[in-house]
C-alpha cells in the first residue's frame, strides 16, 4: 500500500535554484504527488539572507538560522543541500544528516567530486539516500541514465559538454566571429557567465563533473585529481576561423576513457568533426556521450543549468526518495568502486591541432617544422595567415594521428626560441 505521508523537507540556499524548486513544486504539486505516491511539501527554509528578495512567497515556510539543527528534526524526512562549495557548511550539514539516517539530495557537484566516496560510505552505513543528479549537466538525467538504464552495459568512454558558459563563450565566438574577452564580459553582463568566471573558463566545473560521470560509468574510485585540466581562455577568434576552415568546431570537452592502460581523463578544448553531434550543440546546452559494448552510443542533450532546469533534476531526485527508490550512489557498493591508476596521456594516439604566434621573418617555418621533425610528429597540413598583430603572423598545423608525448616533444624543442611571441595552442581532435 502506497504511504500517504506527506514527504517533508527542507530546503538549504534560496539562490536560483532553491527558488526554482519552490516554483516546481507548487506549480507542479498534484502531478508531483501521483507520481511520488503521496505529496512533496516544504516544511523549513534556510539561507543567508533573510531579507533578500528571491521572487517568490516563503511566508508560508519556516525559516531556519542554523542549519546545522535540521539533521535532528523528526519533522523533516529529508534535506534539500543548494549552498554549494566543496567544504565548508555544505559538507558539514551532508555529514550530519546522512550520519543522522536522513536522506539528503544536493546540487553540489564540487562537494560529490572532492567527498562523494565517504559521503556515499556514510550513506551505506545508515541506510538512506544520497541523490545528486542535479551536479551533473542540470535538467539532463544523465546520472540516472548511467547509474540505471545503461547499468548492464561495460562502458568504454564517456565525454561531452559539461559548461554551458563556455559553450555559449564558444559558440558566439564562432558565430559572430568576435574575440574571448568581448565575449566573455558579454556573457557576464547577460548572466550566463559570474563576475568571477575562473572555474568556468578554466574547466574546473567540468572537471569536477567529469570525474561523477567517469565514476559511475566505469565503477572506479572518484579520482577529481586525476584530471588533466585546460580552459578557454587562450582559445582565439583565429583558431575558430581555422577550425571552421579544416572542417571542425571547438568545443570544451570532457573526456574519461578506461582500459588496460588506466583511467584517462581530460576537460580540453576540442575540434570537433562537424558530423558529430557534439559540434551542434550550441549556446549554454549541454551535451553527454556514452559508449556501452551493447547498448551502443548514448546521447543526452539538454539544458545544463539555471532554476528550472537544474529544480526538475533536483525534484526528481526527491520522488525517488518518496517512493522508496534508491540505490547506492556510485550505482555499487563504495567497497566495489576499483581504485584505478592514472592513465599516461602521452601514450594515447591522436590528431592534433597546434597553433603559432611567430616572427614575420625567414627561417620561423623552417625552424618549426624541423621542431615537429625532430619530435617525430608527422604533419598533414600547415597554413599560415597574414599578420595576425603587428609584429607577427599565425601558423596553424594539423597534425597526423601519432603519440602525444611526441606534441609535448615538439613543445619542449621550441620552448624559449624568440621565434615564438607567445605560447603555442595545442587542440587534440575528436575523432
Not at 1 to 26: F, H, N, S
Not at 91 to 118: D, E, W, Y
Request: charged share 25%; hydrophobic share 45%; with cysteine.
Amino acid at each position: 500500500m502506497t504511504d500517504q505521508r506527506p514527504l517533508r523537507l527542507a530546503i538549504v540556499g534560496l539562490g536560483t535554484v532553491g527558488g526554482g524548486v519552490i516554483r516546481l513544486l507548487e506549480t507542479n504539486s498534484a502531478l508531483i504527488a501521483r507520481r511520488a505516491g503521496r505529496p512533496i511539501e516544504v516544511v523549513a527554509i534556510s539561507a543567508r539572507d533573510r531579507s533578500k528578495d528571491r521572487g517568490v512567497d516563503l511566508s508560508s515556510y519556516e525559516w531556519v538560522d542554523d542549519m546545522t539543527t535540521l539533521a535532528a528534526r523528526e519533522d523533516i524526512d529529508v534535506v534539500i543541500e543548494l549552498i554549494g562549495g566543496s567544504d565548508g557548511p555544505a559538507l558539514t550539514l551532508a555529514r550530519q544528516c546522512l550520519a543522522a539516517g536522513k536522506p539528503f539530495v544536493t546540487a553540489n557537484k564540487a562537494m560529490i567530486a572532492h567527498h562523494g566516496l565517504s559521503l556515499a560510505t556514510i550513506a551505506e552505513k545508515a541506510g538512506v539516500a544520497l541523490k545528486y543528479e542535479a551536479a551533473v549537466a542540470g535538467g539532463i538525467p544523465v546520472i540516472k541514465g548511467l547509474r540505471e538504464g545503461a547499468a548492464a552495459n561495460e562502458i568504454s568512454r564517456v565525454y561531452g559538454i559539461l559548461n554551458g558558459t563556455c559553450n555559449y563563450i564558444l559558440t558566439t565566438m564562432e558565430k559572430d566571429g568576435r574575440g574571448f574577452d568581448e565575449v566573455l564580459k558579454e556573457a557576464q553582463e547577460l548572466g550566463y557567465a559570474e563576475a568571477d568566471p575562473s572555474f568556468d573558463i578554466d574547466g574546473v566545473d567540468a572537471a569536477h563533473k567529469l570525474s561523477i560521470l567517469a565514476s559511475l560509468a566505469f565503477g572506479t574510485e572518484l579520482d577529481f585529481a586525476g584530471v588533466n585540466i585546460t580552459g578557454i581562455r587562450h582559445v582565439i577568434a583565429a583558431d575558430i576561423a581555422e577550425a571552421a576552415a579544416l572542417g571542425f568546431r571547438i568545443r570544451l570537452v570532457g573526456m574519461a576513457e578506461n582500459g588496460a592502460a588506466g583511467l584517462f581523463q581530460r576537460v580540453h578544448p576540442m575540434l570537433v568533426p562537424m558530423d558529430h553531434p557534439l559540434a551542434h550543440v550550441d549556446g549554454s546546452l549541454n551535451a553527454v556521450v556514452a559508449d556501452g559494448n551493447f547498448v551502443g552510443r548514448l546521447f543526452f542533450q539538454g539544458r545544463g543549468a539555471g532554476d528550472g532546469p537544474t529544480a526538475s533534476a533536483v525534484v526528481a531526485d526527491l520522488i525517488d526518495v518518496a517512493r522508496d527508490e534508491y540505490g547506492d550512489p556510485f550505482a555499487m557498493p563504495v567497497a566495489s568502486l576499483l581504485a584505478q591508476h592514472k592513465a599516461d596521456a602521452g601514450k594515447r594516439t591522436g590528431r592534433a591541432y597546434l597553433r603559432f604566434e611567430v616572427q614575420d621573418r625567414p627561417g620561423v617555418l623552417a625552424e618549426i617544422a624541423a621542431a615537429t621533425r625532430d619530435a617525430g610528429v608527422s604533419i598533414e597540413s600547415m597554413i599560415q595567415r597574414g599578420a595576425n598583430r603587428k609584429d607577427g603572423v599565425l601558423m596553424a598545423i594539423v597534425t597526423h594521428e601519432g603519440q602525444e608525448y611526441r606534441i609535448a616533444d615538439t613543445l619542449a624543442r621550441l620552448a624559449g626560441s624568440d621565434s615564438l611571441l607567445d605560447a603555442p595552442m595545442v587542440m587534440h581532435i575528436l575523432d
